[in-house]
């Protein structure tokens, strides 16, 4: 799978948005991101995917460069329940990989009250 | 809905002794499960993939017949290490992907933690 740079960590405070980068320049055609986050001693849950075009749903929003080589996960207004750590992971959709998922490191936010 | 149960959710074994970890897909079927472990701080590593009533494919540097995966139906896998040591503590968490429809999201479990005294 191909590699996801984010951030080690990210503050942001209660009720203002938050915009969590991810370098993704070795992305292929077929691939799409995928964002998932994990809260403390729980499993990861999924947040949104995209190939292309810019996501909207009901957590979050997923802009994605023109390139496809970098995406942003936007949290219009951070609650203190979205402290979690945030993963931006590339799926390859030709079905070969089976669609498992290869997670990095993430990125840890941190939402203050 | 696209709900999935782990049990147990935690477990304290003695070293040498077999636990078993169950994956259920409450109200989907899954046709692939996969198993996860995650170290303290650490992200998580795919240990295998399952496919219902087939082998488990492992992730290279897992061993199989040390992790026993069994897929029986469409809604639950289970896991069981053997011969647990206590370097196989780690909080194992399990996902599917439902059979139909979808096809893009992996419906996590709450994870299980494991600790091997």
């Known amino acids: 799978d191909a590699k996801t740079t984010q951030p080690n960590s990210m503050e942001s405070n209660e009720e203002e948005p938050v915009h969590l980068p991810c370098n993704h320049s070795t992305i292929s055609g077929t691939d799409y991101i995928h964002w998932y986050r994990q809260l403390p001693s729980q499993g990861p849950e999924y947040v949104i995917h995209?190939?292309?075009s810019n996501v909207n749903n009901r957590m979050a929003s997923l802009a994605i460069a023109e390139d496809r080589k970098s995406s942003t996960l936007i949290l219009h207004r951070a609650t203190l329940r979205d402290a979690a750590v945030y993963y931006c992971i590339l799926r390859d959709s030709s079905g070969g990989s089976n669609y498992k998922l290869t997670f990095g490191k993430g990125t840890l936010l941190t939402v203050n009250p | 809905g696209a709900v999935v149960s782990q049990h147990p959710s935690w477990v304290i074994c003695k070293s040498g002794t077999s636990v078993k970890i169950e994956c259920r897909s409450l109200?989907?079927?899954?046709?692939?499960m996969f198993w996860y472990r995650q170290f303290p701080k650490q992200s998580l590593m795919l240990m295998a993939t399952s496919n219902e009533g087939s082998k488990a494919t492992y992730e290279q540097g897992v061993e199989k017949d040390k992790f026993l995966i069994n897929h029986a139906s469409l809604t639950l896998s289970t896991l069981t290490v053997t011969s647990a040591h206590p370097e196989d503590s780690s909080f194992y968490i399990c996902?599917?992907?439902?059979?139909?429809?979808?096809?893009?999201?992996?419906?996590f479990g709450p994870g299980t933690r494991l600790t091997v005294t």
């Open positions: 995209g190939l292309t």
């Open positions: 996902s599917a992907r439902p059979a139909l429809g979808g096809g893009y999201e992996q419906y």
């Open positions: 109200d989907f079927q899954a046709t692939t």
